[in-house]
């Protein structure tokens, strides 16, 4: 296998190994295939991303091989472009690049203007004939070259030119001279030979390996281990290298540099979208440095801006970029993300990629090349990330409630968020860690600030684009965001700021509406998202492909209502103990647990009846005979004990026991291991007159809205936490006894089921004996996973991210299942239940049914429904629909 692949000018791009991004990374990929449909890329070679981790395994050093091979590409390069590395007369300059499989934005760093040294210097000035182009550009590469490759403070180069232009009284980089640019080189090298002890190298082979190098290393860092960690990227991929021929973007008036999108990220409309800088090179126009101007006279129009758009300015170079954009649409049947360079006129493609976007954007872009006729409407429900939807599922801002805007930004990542103003990374993280709402406010940020940006729930900052790091992070992220608020004025020092004239101090509250780029002091009100256009229509698609159903976990009349408005078919669990911590009713539930006998119990069940049958009436009205399954009472009873002195004074008034009697009542109810103790279906057995009457309620409740609404209910009652066919036996016939005798009184007769969670590895073991008598199971996978892992969810936050960190689970196992172990018991659970009973319905009902990875396994499980939050219900809808496609 070829360690290093050639691409551009006469390359042979044919090895299916060079398409293979897991081999020559997205970048590499790209440049070779748009070379090879024949679109203007400056010849190079990619290192495959196999030379890398053979690299850092090897702790750092390269093969014979791999120097042979990289000897001969870059002849390919020398002679394509005609010139050779390190020819003092007409050198060739490189670029040398990261780029792994999965893009990693900013994480690994280019280097751009390798081969530039004092000799190379002057031909490369005699070359193009710009003195001034030449020394600009060496002096860029001894900077890049001295933060990348030889580990040395940016902060000491940006300070000199910042110097250098203050004492010319000069406020652009373009407004520096030949001579100025020379002088800043000399100064640049001293900086590099006091910091290193060793002066710049000026051997151009000797650069282009430390490139080579720096870029492999690049693979271990902090932050792209962050990155990695955030968005579950394996570790173990590693980056291939490009190398390729420079292309001068600051060679003057008809040179460029820009970023463009064929659609709009933020919105999906379908416009070129982008931006781009005149006389500039690489990243300056996302370096926020100078203000980047729009690509197309609609868009510099629509703003309201003054400087020409590309469009106006060099429309020759524009009607190209736009041919190539329709080129790659077509090619690549998606949203490009671009990066392009024009040389004096002539136009140069250096990346394309799959363009991130939000998740409105996705939606409509998915529905809009549907119609095109470019993808099939079931490629066009498998691009949506199901999680991306969670950005459209959350409140927006209400048009009706009063906005104090104090400033306007860039509308750079759509959605609204209030929130606590942090000035740093570290201080968001913590404080969102302590339950804070938090805008992080930066006035710029770096990814550095990768961490922080997560922890926040909105994200502003007082400089850069649409395109900054800040724009695209969020975007990537789902955070609202405003970019470039020219208002915004940070005191560092003193942890205060000014936002639009107005004083704010860190800790003050602000909302961002990252649709309209807006920021207001305070919180503003938000309102409901809606289901419709386009989020409609690819549910409607997502629906048609799906099997299994999707049901929620609800267990208040509005939480149903949001369900069903989602599209749930039905509650999937209803956790009746939650009905008991409402202020008015605790009391009686306490007067219950404290009760030392069955009538003193019976007494305070009682006074539940009324109050838990209109709790199920209500939730049966929305539900509209809909199935709707209800658990029984689960928790320990210690959870419902009185916590305050009043608390006590208020049960031992309704009892008329002393307090003193209750306190011992409540001592006796201590357990050690609550969790594994007194609970669940151990409570049905050991005190039936809580489930006679929960289940009472629930059949009284029923057969009250069948006969008064008309639509039958269909009750789903389940057992918790049941480990033996015994137990279930006995609780079933406690509750088709109280239905027989319900139905009798009311004169009513409903279709129900009586059913089981299988939560216990036991229970998954013996499920075929269990469905004996359950007519349904529900895999309560939360406790599954605590008893199969042996791991309590409140106490494993401890060290469940080292042990993610470390690969011992791949995911965090209460989020994504762990399916090679408690996926296998649910596997056991399915097998055996089925060979009982053929048509026994089997559901999950914990976290991970709003998984989009679990739900993926129970379709190949072959489930008949997932439940999941109500939120989570169309990401559950569009993840089934995946998981059949
Ligand atoms: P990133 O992955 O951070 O986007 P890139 O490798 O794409 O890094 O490089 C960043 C920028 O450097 C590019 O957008 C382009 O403007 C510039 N660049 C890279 N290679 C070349 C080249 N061969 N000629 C001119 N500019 C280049
Ligand atoms: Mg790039
Ligand atoms: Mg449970």
């Known amino acids: 296998n070829k360690t290093v692949y050639p691409f551009g000018g006469k390359a042979d791009h044919s090895d299916p190994r060079q398409k293979d991004k897991t081999v020559t990374g997205g970048k590499g990929r790209n440049l070779a295939e748009m ?24 702790g750092g050093d390269f093969t014979p091989e791999l120097r042979d091979a990289v000897r001969e590409a870059l002849a390919h390069i020398e002679t394509t472009v005609g010139k050779t590395l390190g020819d003092a007369s007409d050198p060739l300059l490189v670029s040398v690049r990261s780029g792994a499989a999965i893009s990693m934005p900013g994480m690994m760093d280019t280097v751009l203007n390798l081969g530039l040294n004092d000799e190379t210097v002057q031909g490369l000035a005699a070359t193009s004939g710009d003195a001034r ?21 940016h902060g000491l180069f940006e300070e000199a030119l910042e110097i250098a232009k203050e004492d010319k009284g ?26 290193q002890d060793a002066p710049f190298p000026q051997d151009p082979h000797e650069q282009l390996w430390g490139a080579i190098r720096a870029v492999f290393d690049s693979w271990e860092t902090e932050r792209a281990r962050t990155y990695r960690r955030l968005n579950d990227i394996p570790h173990d991929m590693g980056t291939a290298v490009n190398v390729q021929a420079m292309v001068f973007g600051n060679m003057g008036d008809t040179s460029a540099t820009g970023v463009a999108f064929t659609r709009d990220p933020s919105t999906g409309e379908r416009a070129y979208y982008g931006e781009y800088l005149i006389n500039a090179q690489g990243e300056d126009v996302v370096a926020g440095i100078r203000t980047p101007r729009y690509l197309t006279k609609a868009a510099r129009e629509a703003a309201g801006a003054e400087p020409a758009s590309m469009e106006e300015a060099m429309p020759e170079a524009y009607g190209e970029l736009a041919r190539v954009f329709d080129l790659l649409e077509k090619h690549y049947r998606d949203m490009q993300d671009i990066e392009f360079t024009v040389e004096r006129g002539q136009l140069w493609m250096l990346q394309t990629r799959t363009g991130k976007r939000t998740a409105k954007a996705a939606l409509k872009i998915a529905v809009e090349m549907e119609g095109e006729g470019l993808i099939e409407r079931n490629e066009a429900v498998a691009r949506i990330d199901p999680m991306a939807l969670d950005q459209l599922l959350h409140p927006t801002l209400d048009p009706a409630a009063k906005r104090d805007v104090v400033a306007k930004g860039l509308p750079a990542s759509p959605g609204a968020a209030s929130g606590k103003i942090a000035l740093d990374a570290d201080t968001a993280e913590r404080w969102a860690h302590g339950g804070d709402d938090v805008i992080l406010v930066r006035v710029e940020t770096s990814p550095e600030d990768i961490h922080g940006m997560h922890a926040a729930r909105g994200i502003l900052t007082a400089r850069g684009g649409m395109t900054s790091h800040a724009a695209v992070v969020a975007r990537g992220m789902g955070r609202p965001c405003v970019s470039g608020a020219a208002g915004v004025r940070i005191d560092n020092a003193a942890r205060t700021l000014e936002i639009g004239g107005r004083g704010f101090a860190e800790g003050d509250v602000v909302t961002l509406d990252g649709g309209t780029g807006e920021v207001m002091a305070g919180e503003v009100a938000r309102i409901e998202p809606e289901l419709v256009g386009d989020f409609a229509t690819v549910m409607e698609w997502a629906d048609a492909s799906r099997r299994m159903r999707v049901r929620a976990n609800a267990e208040t009349p509005e939480d149903c209502r949001t369900a069903r408005g989602f599209g749930a078919e039905g509650i999937g669990l209803c956790r009746t103990e939650h009905m008991f911590f409402d202020a008015s009713r605790i009391a009686a539930v306490r007067e219950m647990i404290l009760a030392e006998d069955e009538a003193g119990r019976r007494a305070a069940l009682e006074k539940l009846l009324p109050e838990q049958r209109s709790d199920f009436e209500a939730i049966f009205e929305v539900m509209a005979g809909l199935p709707v399954t ?35 009542r409540a001592s006796e109810l201590h357990e050690f291991n609550p969790m594994l103790g007194h609970r669940g279906c151990r409570l049905g057995i050991t005190f039936p007159e809580i489930y006679e009457m929960q289940a009472r309620a629930i059949f009284e409740a029923a057969c009250a809205v069948k006969q008064g609404s008309g639509d039958a209910p269909l009750p789903e009652v389940m057992i918790p936490l049941a480990a033996t066919r015994r137990e279930v036996a006995i609780l079933k016939a406690l509750v088709d006894r109280v239905a027989k005798d319900v139905f009798e009184e009311q004169g009513c ?22 469905a004996e008598d359950a007519a349904f199971f529900s895999f309560g996978t939360n406790d599954l ?76 499980v072959g489930l008949d429904y997932v439940s999941a939050s109500p939120y989570r219900v169309p990401i559950a809808r569009l993840a089934a629909a995946q998981a059949a496609i």
């Open 35 to 58: 070379a090879s449909i024949g679109l203007p890329v400056p010849p190079g070679f990619t290192i495959t991303t196999e030379e890398c981790l053979r690299y850092l395994e090897q």
């Open 133 to 153: 182009f030449a020394w600009d550009s060496y002096r860029r590469f001894i900077q890049m070259y001295s933060d990348v490759v030889l580990g040395l403070d």
């Open 170 to 195: 000069f406020f652009e980089d373009t407004e520096m001279s030949s001579e100025d640019w020379q002088a800043l080189v000399d100064e640049f090298k001293t900086i590099v030979s006091r910091e």
């Open 630 to 664: 209800i658990r029984l009472l689960d928790p320990p009873l210690h959870e419902f004990l009185p916590q305050k002195e009043a608390d006590y004074d208020e049960v031992a008034r309704a009892t008329g026991h002393s307090v003193d009697r209750l306190k011992r």
């Open 749 to 770: 007769k409903l279709d129900y089921l009586v059913g089981t969670m299988i939560e216990l590895p036991r229970a998954a073991l013996a499920a075929g004996d269990i």
């Open 785 to 860: 996973t605590q008893t199969a892992l042996g791991v309590s969810r409140d106490d494993a936050a401890k060290f469940l991210g080292e042990y993610v960190d470390r690969g011992i689970y791949a995911r965090d196992p209460f989020v994504s299942i762990d399916v090679d172990g408690v996926g296998e018991l649910v596997r056991i659970g399915v097998e055996r239940g089925r060979a009982t009973r053929g048509d026994i319905k089997l559901g999950i009902c914990g976290e991970h049914g709003g998984d989009p990875a679990s739900i993926g396994f129970c379709e190949e």
